[in-house]
Structures are given as structure tokens and as C-alpha cells.
């Protein structure tokens, strides 16, 4: 699987952004997707889940009720809307698909194909 991460950019705080993560050679119906970002000088981290079913999601409990991943089989595609960005949120943005069991979805060794990135950045 081949994954493509865009949508990201410069925004004020306050503002939003929806990233997307299209997949390439293979259907994502079969996995699971993860977000994670990864901030200057810091480690990658979670941000938001979403079930191969589609209608369970987890997030980070500091995005949760900001960000919202969904996804759209028809499109091969997930999205993360992103709204009402902090500064704090300024980072690289990867998606990543695997099967993890609900106690791995935050561990980065959950998934098996990575996306390059896109970068966010909040301004204050």
C-alpha cells in the first residue's frame, strides 16, 4: 500500500485544516488507519484511529472533540478534520494502516505501511 499525505499547511489558531491520506495499490478496506504527528524536537505521537469498519474512532485526549478522522471507501481515502488548531498542534502529520488490536492503536508498531508526512503549523 502505497499512502499519500496532503492537506496540510499554515493557519492561524482557531483555524482549520482537513488533512486526507489517499491509498494507492491496494483497498484500505481491510485496515485500520492511524494519525499520528510528530512536533519539532519531539517523539512521534497519536492522534486519532479509525476502525476498518469505519464507525469506531479514537483519538488522543488532546485532540479529542477538535479533530475528527473519517473515511471514505468509495475514495480509498481517510481524512482528519482538524478545527479549532493551537499552536501546540503544529507539526508533521503521517498516516498509517495495519491491523492493530484495540490495545496497540497508539503504538507506532501497529501498522504496517507510513505515509511521508505533511507538515501543519499553527500560528499564534
Known amino acids: 500500500v502505497q499512502l499519500q499525505a496532503s492537506g496540510g499547511g499554515l493557519v492561524q489558531a482557531g483555524g482549520s485544516l482537513r488533512l486526507s491520506c489517499a491509498a494507492s495499490?491496494?483497498?484500505?478496506?481491510?485496515?485500520?488507519v492511524g494519525w499520528f504527528r510528530q512536533a519539532p524536537g519531539k517523539e512521534r505521537e497519536f492522534a486519532a484511529h479509525?476502525?476498518?469498519?469505519?464507525?469506531?474512532?479514537y483519538y488522543a485526549d488532546s485532540v479529542k472533540g477538535r479533530f475528527t478522522i473519517s473515511r471514505d471507501k468509495a475514495k480509498n481515502t481517510v481524512y482528519l478534520q482538524m478545527n479549532n488548531l493551537k499552536p501546540e498542534d503544529t507539526a508533521i502529520y503521517y498516516c498509517?494502516?495495519?491491523?492493530?488490536?484495540?490495545?496497540?492503536?497508539?503504538?507506532?508498531?501497529?501498522?504496517?505501511?507510513w505515509g511521508q508526512g505533511t507538515q501543519v503549523t499553527v500560528s499564534s
Open positions: 495499490g491496494r483497498t484500505l478496506s481491510g485496515y485500520a
Open positions: 498509517a494502516v495495519g491491523t492493530p488490536i484495540l490495545s496497540y492503536i497508539r503504538e507506532e508498531g501497529g501498522y504496517h505501511y
Open positions: 479509525i476502525r476498518q469498519s469505519g464507525t469506531n474512532t
